[in-house]
């Protein structure tokens, strides 16, 4: 008998993308959410699953799942966060687990392209919108594989344990381990505790997939001393032939291929499959170009993460300037990694600083940083308003200049203003 799943919070990523993959399944999916535009709406739109206000009455279902920016409705329905039913969703799967702070997306949308170029019907779970040549960022599949991007924030608010502690993997790719939610892991050690936890859950005959350059990382190896297959990686690899450019793209590649082989590919059509990914939502995309600037937006907002970034369009683009249009995510990251975030934005020829995104957790709580004074420590640097930003950024690029929006938030929704000056 068919079963119906009701998603609170259901236009955030991860939300949809397991909604994807339990309609396939054979549930009625629908789902509540603000009326805010989000990246996913048009995904939930064409698979005509249901969205409506939070206020409105949960309809009869099944089971509820619900995302940890909302609270636990009081209701006789089962309900789940969406860590457990995705942990439930897989239980009979044998799970790819990418993990990292930076490069789970891609590293994840490189797989399920790798596997469906391959002709492979692998199941997967992934933090974005689109996967280009694939669709939604999330598939049931038939494959006994099943390829999860696997967060290491917290499950709940009463749950502080990493979304991927109710996973299984036998695989396990980390793409680097950096310290991250401050709010969550207070210290690097707590960052270490989290991941060696992971790394510990691979069964012997698994195999761990790992960037041997990343020194936190290698003082994992160094402490657990795993009893898995390890497979390290890194830029001194045969450089494989990609669609999308810059260093990081090719180390995600690489690891990607070799997930592909550890799960029973063969080496050659492992790397030449990889050669179909044509890039996901918010990663290096490109919105085109407008009166000669060349728009580009990137999900990153980690430090790390914009100093790669940067320095790959750089790379790609020698001969123009990088015009960075940053809105960092959440006051908490943004005050304990303010110098590394003024670090790696400086690397940027323009930068602008947009208003910090306020998580749930912070409303109405005071915050010691604003977009003027965090802009303060970066030179040129100017603080926006969402009113002025899109012309302000437009008076001071020129033609031949990249504008990048980079930020977890809303900061993508620029490009629509700057078609405007066509």
Not at 258 to 283: C, D, M, N, V
């Amino acid at each position: 008998m068919p079963k119906s799943v009701f998603f609170i919070g259901i236009k955030g990523v991860g939300m949809t993308s397991l909604a994807l993959a339990m309609q396939e399944s054979g549930w009625t999916v629908s789902g509540s959410d603000t009326e805010e535009v989000f990246i996913t709406d048009e995904v939930l739109n064409n698979r005509q699953i249901k969205v409506s206000q939070l206020t409105d009455p949960i309809p009869p279902c099944d089971l509820i799942i619900h995302s940890a920016a909302y609270p636990v409705p009081s209701t006789n329905i089962p309900t789940k966060t969406l860590a457990q039913a995705l942990a439930d969703f897989v239980s009979t799967r044998r799970v790819i687990a990418v993990a990292g702070v930076g490069g789970k997306t891609t590293t994840s949308a490189m797989l399920a392209t790798l596997f469906h170029t391959a002709g492979r019907d692998i199941g997967y779970y992934v933090g974005t919108s689109t996967i280009a040549g694939l669709g939604g960022p999330g598939h049931a599949g038939t494959d006994p594989y099943f390829v999860i991007e696997a967060d290491e924030y917290a499950i709940s608010k009463t749950d502080p344990r990493p979304k991927f502690a109710l996973l299984n993997p036998e695989i396990v790719i980390t793409t680097n381990i950096i310290h991250d939610h401050p709010d969550i892991y207070p210290s690097v050690s707590d960052t270490l505790q989290a991941f060696s936890d992971l790394i510990t859950r691979i069964p012997a005959t698994g195999t761990w997939i790992y960037n041997d350059t990343d020194p936190l990382t290698k003082q994992i190896l160094s402490n657990l001393n795993p009893v898995c297959h390890l497979v390290p990686y890194n830029l001194n690899l045969s450089p494989l032939s990609l669609s999308v450019f810059g260093d990081q793209n090719q180390l995600d590649a690489q690891a990607a291929v070799l997930a592909g082989i550890a799960a029973g590919l063969s080496t050659e059509i492992a790397k030449q499959s990889i050669q179909a990914y044509r890039g996901a939502g918010r990663r290096q995309e490109s919105h085109g170009e407008v009166s000669g600037r060349l728009l580009f937006d990137d999900y990153g907002h980690h430090p790390k993460e914009i100093g790669i970034t940067v320095a790959s369009f750089k790379q790609k683009f020698p001969n123009s300037r990088v015009l960075l249009v940053f809105e960092s995510h959440t006051y908490t990251r943004t005050e304990s990694l303010l110098t590394e975030f003024a670090e790696a934005i400086s690397t940027a020829d323009l930068a602008f600083i947009m208003p910090i995104f306020e998580s749930a957790r912070e409303k109405g709580q005071p915050h010691q940083v604003t977009p003027e004074s965090f802009a303060k420590l970066i030179p040129g640097a100017t603080a926006l308003t969402w009113n002025n930003a899109a012309e302000t950024v437009w008076q001071a690029s020129r033609e031949g200049d990249i504008i990048l929006t980079m930020g977890a938030g809303f900061v993508y929704k620029l490009h629509d203003e700057f078609k405007k000056y066509l």
